[in-house]
Nanobody, 124 residues
Framework: QVQLVESGGGSVQSGGSLRLSCEVSGYRISLSTYCMAWYRQVPGKEREEVARITTDGLTIYGASAKGRFTISQDNANNSMLLQMDSLKSEDTATYFC????????????????WGQGTQVTVTS
């Protein structure tokens, strides 16, 4: 089945940047067929959707990410990227890649495939 592996997490000072990558494998079709999203989670809280790429290739950002984060697809490397700039302490979380091989737009959808997460720590 589809497998997702995140990388790129680490520790950075506030105001700094990180680029997360989610490598997709285990499925024959191209990455462009997927809907994909980045989520984040801190202990004791539900996972929060950070950004999403719809079936039509549109990008959607949560309020916390808008203006600072950029989601994109690297089709040549079967990867989804999350460029995070102007990081804040409140961005500290485990970041997860999610995907579905089905239509998605702006509305709530289920995400059958998840990565294991990569830790992002922002120090002030």
């Amino acid at each position: 089945q589809v497998q997702l592996v995140e990388s790129g997490g680490g520790s950075v000072q506030s105001g700094g940047s990180l680029r997360l990558s989610c490598e997709v494998s285990g499925y024959r079709i191209s990455l462009s067929t997927y809907c994909m999203a980045w989520y984040r989670q801190v202990p004791g809280k539900e996972r929060e959707e950070v950004a999403r790429i719809t079936t039509d290739g549109l990008t959607i950002y949560g309020a916390s990410a808008k203006g600072r984060f950029t989601i994109s697809q690297d089709n040549a490397n079967n990867s989804m990227l999350l460029q995070m700039d102007s990081l804040k302490s409140e961005d500290t979380a485990t970041y997860f890649c999610a995907a579905r091989v089905a239509i998605c737009g702006y509305s709530k959808v289920s995400w059958p495939y998840w990565g294991q997460g990569t830790q992002v720590t922002v120090t002030s």
